[in-house]
Nanobody
Framework: QVQLVESGGGLVQAGGSLRLSCAAS????????MGWYRQAPGKQRELVAT???????DYADSVTVRFTISRDNAKNTVYLQMNSLKPEDTAVYFC?????????WGQGTQVTVSS
């Protein structure tokens, strides 16, 4: 049993910032990769950012520079710092944790960016 508990979503004005948190119920060293995905109404879920066990970070082109993924191993938590938010960032954001054979998802947290 693995649980991913998300927090930090909400309503923010364009240009503002939010910090999403994803707390795992086990050591995040148990995962090869952790990351954030998002899904807007009527659209497919898309990759936002990932971080590997070794600390390599990757970002979608649409969020590079503006977003930063990070982790606190002692807290078993992965973060997504979102700056310079745009209305097109509005979506449900999902935390993901992956091993070679399993894929875990958080419940999703709503991020709404107003213009």
């Amino acid at each position: 049993q693995v649980q991913l508990v998300e927090s930090g979503g909400g309503l923010v004005q364009a240009g503002g910032s939010l910090r999403l948190s994803c707390a795992a119920s086990i050591s995040i060293f148990g995962f090869n990769t952790m990351g954030w995905y998002r899904q807007a109404p009527g659209k497919q879920r898309e990759l936002v950012a990932t971080i590997t066990r070794g600390g390599r970070m990757d970002y979608a082109d649409s969020v590079t520079v503006r977003f930063t993924i990070s982790r606190d191993n002692a807290k078993n938590t992965v973060y997504l710092q979102m700056n310079s938010l745009k209305p097109e960032d509005t979506a449900v954001y999902f935390c993901n944790a992956a091993t070679p054979t399993k894929n875990y998802w958080g419940q999703g947290t709503q991020v709404t960016v107003s213009s």
